[in-house]
């Protein structure tokens, strides 16, 4: 009986062993790439690429709309995995780079020039000329792969674009690009797509949302303390040397207090997540955006630039 006893307890305790060892062999497997973040007292500066507005002459215009679009992150079809799954499905904040380069090629197709943030601003300030087929490109969060993948798109086709940092999670230490984890762009990488990209503020470290639970969750630009909001879009304002020309809220989230905040900071002008062109009478705080998704497919996206043809 008592031989019974102890087979019985190692048996079990065997089993343990084996599938506390399967368990941490495939925990290592998912666990994230450790990133460098800029610190409180890092001092972290990089160039933010600031681009003089340029002066358009033929086939020009003063007033109208200009669709601006938004992405997130460009992926390689064929590098597509279980990690960029969610419930399913392909994350809807991953655009494929065979369906960008589509878009962007369709772009050069139709004759459309993209503007540059300070281009777009004197056009909604000051009414500035700008070409007839005008369109605006931002990113939001600084990913590895919008320099890896999206850049040398871009490059290709002369086309600019404006990307929105989470400051703080620009890293100092280069790593190999592994697109089936969320990596951020190194502060080298940045600097070497200064040609395309020009960098603004999307937070240091307040892209988070919080609430009593999921359905209440609001935005940490919303939810928290002036003091602490002010704070922390100033650090990041500082990693950008003082580049204070534009702004993109997390989530599209803001309110009557985030506003006021960027006013004081100096900020200029500030990007939602609207669904809709921009235009002169829009407020220069809650500037619309379209949102590419994994699924806009290109029937969708030639739909954005059809009252402009």
Do not use: W
Request: charged share 25%.
């Amino acid at each position: 009986m008592i031989l019974k006893s102890l087979f019985a307890s190692g048996f079990l305790a065997l089993l343990f062993c084996i599938f506390t060892g399967i368990f941490l062999y495939l925990t290592e497997l998912h666990l994230p790439e450790p990133v460098t973040t800029a610190s409180a007292d890092s001092n972290i500066e990089i160039d933010a690429c600031p681009k003089e507005p340029r002066r358009f002459n033929a086939s020009t215009r003063h007033d109208g709309t200009v669709p601006i679009l938004t992405y997130h992150r460009i992926v390689d079809e064929s590098d597509l995995s279980s990690r960029h799954m969610v419930d399913g499905r392909v994350n809807q904040m991953i655009v494929t780079k065979e369906e960008f380069e589509k878009q962007i090629a369709f772009l050069k197709e139709e004759g459309f020039t993209s503007l540059t943030l300070p281009e777009l601003h004197e056009f909604l300030v000051n009414k500035q000329e700008i070409p007839k087929k005008s369109v605006v490109i931002t990113f939001d969060d600084g990913y590895k792969d919008n320099v890896i993948e999206a850049y040398p798109i871009l490059k290709k086709y002369g086309f600019q674009a404006a990307s929105f940092l989470i400051a703080g999670m620009i890293t100092v230490e280069n790593r190999p690009f592994t697109p089936e984890y969320v990596q951020y762009a190194t502060m080298e990488e940045l600097a070497s797509a200064c040609s395309v990209f020009s960098y603004h503020s999307h937070t240091f470290d307040f892209h988070h949302r919080k609430g009593a639970s999921t359905k209440d969750e609001k935005s940490f630009l919303i939810t928290e303390e002036a003091d602490a909001i002010r704070k922390d879009v100033a650090k990041s304002i500082g990693v950008l040397k003082g580049e204070s020309l534009a702004f993109a809220y997390p989530y599209g989230e803001y309110s009557p207090k985030s506003i006021r905040i960027l006013k004081e900071l100096g900020i200029d002008m500030a990007f939602t997540t609207e669904e809709r062109d921009v235009s002169q009478d829009d407020h220069l705080y809650e500037l619309p955006r379209h949102s590419i998704f994994h699924d806009t497919t290109m029937t969708k996206f030639r739909s954005i630039f059809r009252p402009h043809h």
